[in-house]
């Protein structure tokens, strides 16, 4: 995928107390993109390395009924290229948001999965697990 003279939009369920070597990363990736953005959860407001981002930068609340919409709201602000989703807490929002607002041909939406995908051995339970597997990897995947 040609990156050069794109927009992405960095979703990231992360508030650690320090700064991550995948932020380090996109930073370095901002020199060869057109403009790059990110958002975090509320909490990462607080944290001494965000003041650090010199590109803007949005907090939405992860994993909640109002998500898709804060997500919406950036995506319409922003008009990313690509949206490439970090930790698992914006994946299904981000699609829903793309999707809603009719962007699926203009702007891609990408998951970094960072949880191995193993299977329960109990019949029930693996039925379920199958079933989120499905809905999260295999619906809005």
């Known amino acids: 995928m040609e990156l050069l003279n ?3 939009l960095v979703c990231s369920h992360y508030s650690a107390p320090y700064a991550g ?16 953005a990110f958002v975090f959860p509320p909490e990462t407001k607080e944290r001494d390395w965000i003041k650090d981002i010199k590109h803007k930068v949005y907090f939405a609340s992860p994993v909640s009924p109002k998500n898709c919409q804060e997500l919406e709201n950036i995506i319409q602000d922003f008009h990313p290229d690509i949206v490439h ?28 999965l960072h949880d191995p995908l193993s299977y329960i051995p109990h019949p029930i ?3 379920y697990q199958r ?3 499905y809905r999260h990897y295999g619906y809005y995947g």
Do not use: P, T
């Open 6 to 8: 794109k927009r992405i």
């Open 21 to 36: 070597n995948f932020i380090k990363s996109f930073l370095f990736l901002s020199k060869y993109v057109s403009e790059i």
């Open 85 to 112: 989703c970090n930790f698992e807490g914006y994946d299904i929002a981000a699609v829903q948001a793309v999707r809603h607002l009719d962007m699926k041909k203009h702007c891609k939406v990408v998951w970094q």
């Open 125 to 127: 339970k693996a039925l």
């Open 131 to 133: 079933f989120c597997f």
